[in-house]
């Protein structure tokens, strides 16, 4: 039988590189293969979080490019062969040929643990392989499991077996907690609910009934004798990620620090909020405006790849965003923007404003 394998993806953002931290100090014992998608063009901040956290991690982040025979950086590889057709949100050749095809490749036809570092405060599920021998696990969530595993555990036809099981195992059940694994899920009554407050109840037992099922099918953790993170109740949430980064001295990706900006005698910050191609298309008017003034190097870089009638965004080119009263017109729009956010929410931090929609995008490159 094959061995299990435990993997985690380091995207560059703060959250997986959080999780890096998280697991190597609560689970030492986890045999992890930490990996990274190089697409040759994150920002230098990002690679340098790499080589930060290969120190504190003590073993190397093995770097997947999707193109072991070219001298040229990834990115450019494909797009070459995708004739200068640069990626959009509609058609996104670079996530599939530069993130997922690696990974897959990496993964072949081994059972593989994959550790997906979605923080306890957010609402999306993130990416799910599509191939069976890929299990997602969220260990910053209370709810550690993926939707699928969830849906076949709670599903109602199981739950005969389940109160078994646990009436088999727990000497004391609590009444509450068999109440609600025996209650139907309805219109009334839904998965998410009865998710929840099982969650509320007893994680635990929640998460040792669910190792149990995984026995009865093929996911890989069946063929797991034990699986520590069923004691896992931490949940970790977007303040817990920033501490820990500093914490560990392996410390916050510097784009995600604030720089001071004016316009119209007001001031106002602004910052980068998710790691990714520097040129990512799925970066906002002002982290464009930020890169041109923090990077101009690389914002002539990513103005380079615009020609033929490509480009990174729909309806303006890089020369047209900026052009002085552009510019004026992109930091006056944001300023006005955060200040309505600001005033609707309690977050101190720039990236919760910023980043309205994280979540969005690219899983496999921002978490
Ligand atoms: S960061 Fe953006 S440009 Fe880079 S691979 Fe991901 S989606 Fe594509």
């Known amino acids: 039988?094959?061995?299990?394998?435990?993997?985690?993806?380091?995207?560059?953002?703060?959250?997986?590189?959080?999780?890096?931290?998280?697991?190597?100090?609560?689970?030492?014992?986890?045999?992890?293969?930490?990996?990274?998608?190089?697409?040759?063009?994150?920002?230098?901040?990002?690679?340098?979080?790499?080589?930060?956290?290969?120190?504190?991690?003590?073993?190397?982040?093995?770097?997947?490019?999707?193109?072991?025979?070219?001298?040229?950086?990834p990115f450019d590889h494909f797009l070459k062969m995708y004739g200068g057709f640069l990626p959009s949100s509609n058609a996104r050749w670079?996530?599939?040929?530069?993130?997922?095809?690696?990974?897959?490749?990496?993964?072949?036809?081994?059972?593989?643990?994959?550790y997906v570092g979605i923080r306890?405060?957010?609402?999306?599920?993130?990416?799910?392989?599509?191939?069976?021998?890929?299990?997602?696990?969220?260990?910053?969530?209370?709810?550690?499991?993926?939707?699928?595993?969830?849906?076949?555990?709670?599903?109602?036809?199981?739950?005969?077996?389940?109160?078994?099981?646990?009436?088999?195992?727990?000497q004391e059940p609590n009444q509450r907690f068999l109440e609600l694994l025996d209650q139907t899920i309805s219109p009334s009554f839904t998965q998410p609910q009865k998710l929840?407050?099982?969650?509320?109840?007893?994680?635990?037992?929640?998460?040792?009934?669910?190792?149990?099922?995984?026995?009865?099918?093929?996911?890989?953790?069946?063929?797991?004798?034990?699986?520590?993170?069923?004691?896992?109740?931490?949940?970790?949430?977007?303040?817990?990620?920033?501490?820990l980064l500093e914490d560990s001295g392996v410390g916050v990706p510097a784009y995600y620090k604030e720089k001071e900006f004016e316009v119209n005698e007001q001031k106002g910050t602004y910052a980068r909020s998710r790691s990714g191609c520097f040129f990512c298309f799925f970066q906002q008017k002002i982290e464009w405006v930020w890169l041109y003034e923090q990077h101009p190097e690389r914002f002539a870089k990513a103005m380079e790849y615009e020609k033929d009638g490509y480009t990174w965004m729909q309806g303006e080119t890089l020369q047209e965003l900026i052009q002085p009263?552009?510019?004026?017109?992109?930091?006056?729009?944001?300023?006005?923007?955060?200040e309505r956010i600001a005033k609707n929410k309690k977050s101190p931090y720039l990236v919760d404003i910023l980043d309205e929609a994280e979540g969005e995008g690219c899983a496999s490159c921002f978490i």
């Open 1 to 73: 039988m094959k061995k299990v394998r435990h993997l985690l993806g380091i995207s560059g953002g703060k959250d997986s590189a959080a999780l890096a931290i998280y697991m190597k100090n609560h689970y030492p014992n986890l045999e992890i293969e930490y990996y990274t998608c190089d697409t040759g063009k994150e920002l230098d901040e990002t690679y340098q979080l790499i080589r930060n956290l290969e120190g504190l991690l003590g073993k190397e982040i093995i770097k997947l490019t999707g193109t072991e025979n070219s001298n040229e950086d």
């Open 94 to 114: 670079c996530t599939k040929k530069l993130k997922l095809d690696p990974f897959e490749k990496f993964v072949g036809d081994d059972p593989v643990i994959s």
């Open 120 to 170: 306890g405060d957010e609402e999306r599920e993130g990416y799910i392989s599509k191939k069976s021998n890929i299990q997602s696990i969220f260990p910053f969530r209370k709810n550690i499991w993926s939707e699928d595993v969830v849906k076949k555990f709670l599903a109602n036809p199981n739950m005969d077996s389940v109160v078994q099981n646990y009436l088999s195992k727990y």
């Open 196 to 243: 929840n407050l099982l969650l509320d109840t007893d994680i635990k037992a929640f998460n040792d009934l669910v190792f149990d099922f995984m026995k009865s099918t093929d996911y890989p953790l069946a063929k797991e004798e034990q699986f520590a993170l069923i004691n896992n109740t931490d949940i970790l949430v977007r303040e817990d990620i920033f501490k």
């Open 325 to 338: 009263e552009r510019i004026q017109q992109i930091k006056e729009e944001y300023l006005k923007r955060t």
